[in-house]
C-alpha cells in the first residue's frame, strides 16, 4: 500500500527558507512516477504547487511560487523536496505531497508551514 509522508515543515520569517521532504513507501513505481506538491489554508481550495516528472526532467511551478520554489526528487531514496525560499507570510499552509498512479489519486497527511514574524 502506497504511503507518502511531508515532513521539514514549521514556524520561519519572512524571507527565509524552508525544505520540506515527502517520503513514499510501499511503492514499487516511484520511479515511474509524476509527483506533485500542493498546499491548501483553511477555508480554501488545495492549490498547486510544483510538478516533477519521473525522470525529474521536466518540471513546473504554480505561478504564486515561480523563482522562489523548487522541486526535486531522489530517486534512490523514494523521495521528492520542496525547498522554498523567500518566504512570505502568505505561503503559511499546510503542504501535502501527492501522486497519481493507475487513476488513483495518493497524498500524505501533510506538513504545517508558518511564515509569521
Known amino acids: 500500500q502506497v504511503h507518502i509522508v511531508e515532513s521539514g515543515g514549521g514556524l520561519v520569517q519572512p524571507g527565509g527558507s524552508l525544505k520540506l521532504s515527502c517520503l513514499v513507501s510501499?511503492?514499487?513505481?516511484?520511479?515511474?512516477?509524476?509527483m506533485r506538491w500542493y498546499r491548501q489554508v483553511p477555508g480554501k481550495e488545495r492549490e498547486y504547487i510544483a510538478y516533477?516528472?519521473?525522470?525529474?526532467?521536466?518540471?513546473n511551478y504554480g505561478d504564486s511560487v515561480k523563482g522562489r520554489f523548487t522541486i526535486s526528487r531522489d530517486n534512490d531514496k523514494n523521495t521528492v523536496y520542496l525547498q522554498m525560499n523567500s518566504l512570505k507570510p502568505e505561503d503559511t499552509a499546510v503542504y501535502y505531497c501527492?501522486?497519481?498512479?493507475?487513476?488513483?489519486?495518493?497524498w500524505g497527511q501533510g506538513t504545517q508551514v508558518t511564515v509569521s514574524s
Open positions: 516533477i516528472s519521473d525522470t525529474g526532467n521536466r518540471r
Open positions: 510501499g511503492f514499487t513505481f516511484f520511479r515511474e512516477a509524476a
Open positions: 501527492n501522486t497519481l498512479w493507475s487513476a488513483r489519486d495518493y
